[in-house]
């Protein structure tokens, strides 16, 4: 473990600060491809990473198609060179002319959004006709999630035919995000992924055999892409998102999967309260606050200690035993989610080689660029 996160210099960086090393991205990418098989099967989502530099690595493995989950992750991706952009997301109120305005900005951008209620999807149609534009609307699926989405049956039925005959949007396919699947034994994830597959093929075969286009069917998650990926089906689409920078939770759920920890916050002891407890300049400014309390970050280096305690700028360990830990002392943690800790940070310090080589913005952390 220590090899692999080597920092030379590590005392010039300040704390807390967060700290990409760029061959295990690498690495990881490279794995993301080998279980899907092909680069033309995958639409990775940018959600966990947000920087440009990282779109331009996929580009160059020749991934074209790529996910979102907002308007300013959508135009850093464009402003990246994607051609091919997917914001999986389901667009209301003021973002609806945004989406105007982005289509206006890039023309030449394959763009599609979600939908799964007909009163948006109207006014979406409504301004799209109205500035003579078109946009592809993907139908999103509730795949017992039940977060978004439509259940599969007459209603999704009814719904896709309105979005394949409505003026200015086209009919982009469909989406199934199957994130509740957390089984850490693989063939019961497996069993639980394949089951819940049913509904949606059972779906897409009623929308063909009524005549329906579905140019894409977008699936999966970290979890649950390399189940999918056993399936041979021309119009699947993998989107996972994590496994860029893979994180502890992912890696403490599933066990299975041959991603590496990419992403890490190099914090300090900034106190020693008692002889078994030690304080860090890492609250929850620096690192997620999710999961709940206790569970949020690893310390590989203290095996066994326990997060006691997080104000927004410290986190207290209890280390069960006595230290040897002093103020200034630096040690790299891993998140246990990665994706919102990105967010935290404005920027990342790039490892590579063991040594500091750049500075990447992590630039669609912000909800508005210029859009």
């Given at each position: 473990?220590?090899?692999?996160?080597?920092?030379?210099?590590?005392?010039?960086?300040?704390?807390?600060?967060?700290?990409?090393?760029?061959?295990?991205?690498?690495?990881?990418?490279?794995?993301?491809?080998?279980?899907?098989?092909?680069?033309?099967?995958?639409?990775?989502?940018?959600?966990?990473?947000?920087?440009?530099?990282?779109?331009?690595?996929?580009?160059?493995?020749?991934?074209?198609?790529?996910?979102?989950?907002?308007?300013?992750?959508?135009?850093?991706?464009?402003?990246?060179?994607?051609?091919?952009?997917?914001?999986?997301?389901?667009?209301?109120?003021?973002?609806?002319?945004?989406?105007?305005?982005?289509?206006?900005?890039?023309?030449?951008?394959?763009?599609?959004?979600?939908?799964?209620?007909?009163?948006?999807?109207?006014?979406?149609?409504?301004?799209?006709?109205?500035?003579?534009?078109?946009?592809?609307?993907?139908?999103?699926?509730?795949?017992?999630?039940?977060?978004?989405?439509?259940a599969p049956g007459k209603t999704a039925v009814e719904l896709y035919e309105m979005l394949s005959t409505?003026?200015?949007?086209?009919?982009?396919?469909?989406?199934?995000?199957?994130?509740?699947?957390?089984?850490?034994?693989?063939?019961?994830?497996?069993?639980?992924?394949?089951?819940?597959?049913?509904?949606?093929?059972?779906?897409?075969?009623?929308?063909?055999?009524?005549?329906?286009?579905?140019?894409?069917?977008?699936?999966?998650?970290?979890?649950?892409?390399?189940?999918?990926?056993?399936?041979?089906?021309?119009?699947?689409?993998?989107?996972?998102?994590?496994?860029?920078?893979?994180?502890?939770?992912?890696g403490s759920i599933y066990p299975d999967l041959d991603f590496i920890p990419a992403a890490a916050v190099?914090?300090?002891?900034?106190?020693?309260?008692?002889?078994?407890?030690?304080?860090?300049?890492?609250?929850?400014?620096?690192?997620?606050?999710?999961?709940?309390?206790?569970?949020?970050?690893?310390?590989?280096?203290?095996?066994?200690a326990k997060e006691v305690l997080q104000n927004e700028e410290h986190l207290v360990l209890e280390t069960?035993?006595?230290?040897?830990?002093?103020?200034?002392?630096?040690?790299?943690?891993?998140?246990?989610?990665?994706?919102?800790?990105?967010?935290?940070?404005?920027?990342?310090?790039?490892?590579?080689?063991?040594?500091?080589?750049?500075?990447?913005?992590?630039?669609?952390?912000?909800?508005?660029?210029?859009?």
């Amino acid at each position: 473990m220590s090899d692999l996160y080597a920092i030379e210099s590590a005392d010039s960086l300040p704390s807390p600060s967060l700290i990409l090393f760029e061959d295990l991205i690498d690495r990881n990418i490279r794995e993301m491809i080998r279980i899907a098989g092909s680069v033309d099967r995958l639409r990775p989502h940018c959600k966990t990473h947000k920087m440009p530099q990282i779109v331009r690595k996929l580009l160059d493995h020749g991934i074209t198609r790529h996910k979102c989950a907002t308007l300013a992750e959508a135009e850093m991706l464009a402003e990246a060179g994607a051609a091919d952009v997917f914001l999986a997301y389901n667009i209301v109120g003021p973002n609806i002319d945004r989406v105007v305005a982005y289509r206006k900005r890039y023309p030449a951008v394959r763009f599609s959004v979600t939908a799964d209620d007909p009163r948006p999807l109207a006014s979406l149609s409504r301004r799209m006709a109205e500035e003579d534009l078109t946009i592809e609307v993907v139908m999103d699926l509730d795949t017992g999630l039940q977060r978004t989405g439509i259940a599969p049956g007459k209603t999704a039925v009814e719904l896709y035919e309105m979005l394949s005959t409505l003026p200015g949007i086209e009919p982009g396919g469909l989406h199934w995000y199957d994130g509740q699947y957390r089984q850490t034994e693989i063939a019961e994830r497996k069993s639980a992924v394949k089951g819940g597959r049913l509904a949606l093929d059972q779906l897409r075969d009623k929308l063909l055999v009524n005549g329906f286009s579905i140019p894409r069917i977008v699936v999966g998650g970290t979890g649950s892409f390399p189940i999918h990926a056993e399936y041979s089906d021309p119009q699947m689409e993998l989107s996972p998102g994590t496994v860029i920078f893979h994180d502890a939770g992912y890696g403490s759920i599933y066990p299975d999967l041959d991603f590496i920890p990419a992403a890490a916050v190099l914090t300090r002891v900034i106190s020693c309260p008692t002889e078994n407890r030690v304080t860090f300049d890492l609250g929850s400014k620096a690192i997620a606050a999710d999961p709940p309390a206790g569970n949020r970050c690893l310390f590989y280096a203290l095996p066994g200690a326990k997060e006691v305690l997080q104000n927004e700028e410290h986190l207290v360990l209890e280390t069960g035993k006595p230290h040897n830990l002093q103020p200034g002392d630096a040690q790299l943690v891993f998140p246990w989610h990665i994706c919102p800790t990105v967010a935290l940070h404005q920027s990342a310090t790039v490892v590579r080689g063991g040594k500091i080589s750049d500075e990447w913005l992590v630039q669609a952390r912000n909800r508005f660029l210029t859009i």
